[in-house]
């Protein structure tokens, strides 16, 4: 049974940068044709999709957020990496990690609140 797991501070200041690891059991981040990705929902908002990062290594991020985020992995460690820069409080959100197999996304994990605010 896969599992993933978000990890990471809950709150963050303005002008800092979110970093959330998700931590994936069961199952290899690097199986082919599996993309690994962030979503995130604010409050009283809908979900939104931030980028993914491939079996292979190759990124895609949102075009609202490319300037601002990095999506890394440690194959060693079976994890993915999100670093948000600069946030300011319209990035608090729930955030989740979730794999896609561009069909759907069909494990996610729990979610993490992260909260920006000074």
């Known amino acids: 049974q896969l599992q993933l797991q978000e990890s990471g501070p809950g709150l963050v200041k303005p002008s800092q940068t979110l970093s959330l690891t998700c931590t994936v059991s069961g199952g290899s981040i690097t199986t082919n044709y599996h993309y690994w990705t962030w979503i995130r929902q604010p409050p009283g908002k809908g979900l939104e999709w931030m980028g993914a990062?491939?079996?292979?290594?190759?990124?895609y991020y949102s075009p609202s957020l490319k300037s601002r985020t990095s999506i890394s992995r440690d194959t060693s460690k079976n994890q993915f990496t999100l670093q948000l820069y600069s946030v300011t409080p319209e990035d608090t959100a729930v955030y989740y990690c979730?794999?896609?197999?561009?069909?759907?996304?069909?494990?996610w994990g729990q979610g993490t609140q992260v909260t920006v605010s000074s």
């Open positions: 979730a794999r896609d197999l561009v069909t759907g996304m069909d494990y």
């Open positions: 990062i491939s079996y292979a290594g190759g990124t």
